[in-house]
């Protein structure tokens, strides 16, 4: 039985970190050009205009962090041409997160959250949900990512790129550069994974064009001097042929881009035109314009047997040349204690999202706008602020602690803007909650002995100082409580009197708010206009 021809899916993309060497905001308008050459919305408006011109062309993006700022910039004619390429299934989405997240030093709910947050524009917007995994760039993959935020949310399948050099050669060598991952031994779920069987997520150099891209053109015109076409076919075509010999069967995914490629969209598309139309005409292979989603139907159509995967692919061995003395000894794991106090303010930043949205619920308050018109923390409003700073710090390069101090600074100021507007909501919920009009603040430089709320309202003997203690878990837990004091430096002597108003010293979970605060001094709690400003303590 003759050999089939292999059919080569072409993915156009562009890998856009939401920040790493520049900003997020740099990244998105092209500013900082020393630094490095990146313009998200110059990609974006490039390659919609580059799309609809020619019904066959695609593109595959995944980072909402820019899609939807960019969006939501866009006249109604504009967005009306983007919502067709999206029916079109040119504009292809994957992943759906804010971000592509790290996946070794989250939490899960984190991973959760910024997916959902957005995934939820695109099911609003478009009325499409992502069903592929799309981690180009994070260092090292794990089975809870492959199991919990692939397989349970329904996707059919999850490319990366990142493995260690030493496995990625014995799977090129066994052709198993692709598998089922069975990540979960109580779950008993599984994946299609794939390794890019390029090894990156980067075309080969030679096909890369404009801004930082080097390659020459595909000169096809025999009229004109310097024809290159018939080396660039022979190149893909041998390139093509080694890679189907790391995978099974006679579909190649072939990635054509990189690290924000395609700023101008027509030089990429115009030469990868010339390249599919003249490897077709060659006849060894078969060459078209294709997405993830596409390949992994063709995958699945071909009805192979796969190898198991169990475990994880995390840490990672960087891969270096033998005559450079290194291979085997640079790990991808020093990001996981790499810049502790952002990876601190993360998650304390997620937990307390999860704590307001628990307030925000619990008071019945007005829900918040949609995120696409709400996420900067310069001028939003409610959590989203929040969401959106939460997301972005999971982004790899983020909380990993690989992005420059500068980058860094402004991970921490989105978190910092965020988690003020989140006070706003929670102040609201408890005045609700207790039907008070005091102002509720929160102590927040408790770790250098300050709480400005106490110095502020407790000058003399007999003034008063409210504080709650709120527990956001479903089960009591036992916690040390730190309570601000002042001290009356004529007399020496404390100036507040503690009293607790939780009974038996426990603060039960307000999941189930049948408790909430009462005390054998109930009249103490009640709160009145009149009243101090009062303090609250999160454990």
Not at 87 to 98: A, E, I, P
Not at 116 to 133: A, C, N, S
Not at 217 to 232: F, G, S, T, V, W
Not at 278 to 299: I, L, M
């Amino acid at each position: 039985m003759p050999k089939l021809k292999i059919n080569v899916h072409i993915i156009p993309h562009s890998h856009m970190d939401v920040g790493w060497l520049k900003t997020v905001d740099q990244c998105y308008y092209g500013a900082n050009g020393t630094i490095q050459k990146a313009g998200c919305q110059y990609i974006l408006d490039s390659v919609v205009a580059a799309l609809n011109i020619d019904p066959t062309r695609k593109f595959t993006y995944a980072e909402q962090a820019f899609f939807q700022r960019w969006y939501e910039e866009q006249s109604t004619s504009k967005k009306e041409v983007v919502k067709q390429l999206v029916k079109n299934k040119q504009l292809v989405f994957v992943d759906g997160g804010w971000a592509q997240h790290d996946e070794g030093c989250l939490h899960f709910t984190t991973m959760i959250d910024q997916t959902t947050f957005g995934t939820q524009f695109l099911k609003d917007e478009f009325d499409v949900i992502p069903t592929i995994g799309w981690h180009l760039d994070p260092f090292g993959h794990t089975s809870t990512q492959a199991s919990l935020l692939t397989a349970e949310v329904g996707f059919d399948a999850f490319y990366f790129a990142r493995i260690d050099y030493q496995d990625r050669i014995e799977r090129r060598k066994n052709g198993k550069m692709e598998m089922l991952w069975r990540a979960s031994p109580s779950l008993k779920n599984e994946i299609f994974s794939g390794a890019f069987v390029q090894g990156a997520y980067c075309s080969p150099p030679v096909f890369g064009w404009g801004g930082a891209f080097d390659g020459e053109p595909i000169m096809n015109n025999q009229m004109l001097e310097d024809e290159n076409i018939q080396a660039k076919v022979d190149f893909f075509v041998s390139s093509v042929q080694e890679y189907a010999t790391y995978s099974q069967g006679e579909n190649v995914m072939y990635m054509m881009g990189c690290d924000y490629a395609y700023e101008n969209a027509f030089e990429w598309y115009n030469n990868v035109d010339r390249l599919i139309s003249a490897v077709n005409a060659d006849g060894r292979v078969f060459a078209k314009y294709s997405d993830a989603v596409t390949y992994t139907q063709e995958k699945h159509q071909e009805n192979l047997t796969w190898s198991i995967k169990t475990d994880d692919f995390i840490p990672c061995a960087q891969d270096w040349t033998e005559e450079s003395g290194l291979r085997g000894h640079m790990y991808w794991s020093g990001y996981f204690t790499s810049r502790p106090t952002l990876k601190y303010y993360q998650r304390y930043s997620s937990n307390y999202l999860q704590t307001a949205r628990q307030l925000q619920a619990w008071a019945y308050l007005k829900p918040d706008p949609k995120p696409s018109i709400s996420w900067s923390p310069l001028n939003g409003q409610g959590l989203n602020p929040l969401s959106a700073a939460v997301a972005l710090v999971s982004h790899h390069d983020a909380v990993t602690g690989t992005a420059r101090q500068h980058v860094t600074n402004d991970y921490a100021k989105h978190l910092s803007l965020g988690n003020d507007l989140a006070d706003v909501v929670v102040n609201e919920a408890f005045s609700k909650l207790t039907e008070s009009s005091s102002t509720f603040l929160i102590c927040k430089k408790l770790n250098v002995s300050i709480c400005e709320p106490a110095t502020n309202s407790l000058k003399k003997i007999g003034d008063t100082l409210y504080m709650i203690a709120y527990n956001p878990l479903g089960y009591k837990r036992s916690e040390n409580i730190r309570v601000p004091t002042v001290v009356n430096h004529e007399t020496n002597e404390l100036v507040p009197k503690v009293t607790l108003l939780s009974k038996n010293n426990i603060v039960s979970s307000s999941l189930l708010p049948a408790t909430g605060w009462a005390s054998e001094k109930q009249e103490a709690a009640s709160f009145s206009s009149e009243s101090a400003p009062s303090v609250i303590v999160f454990n």
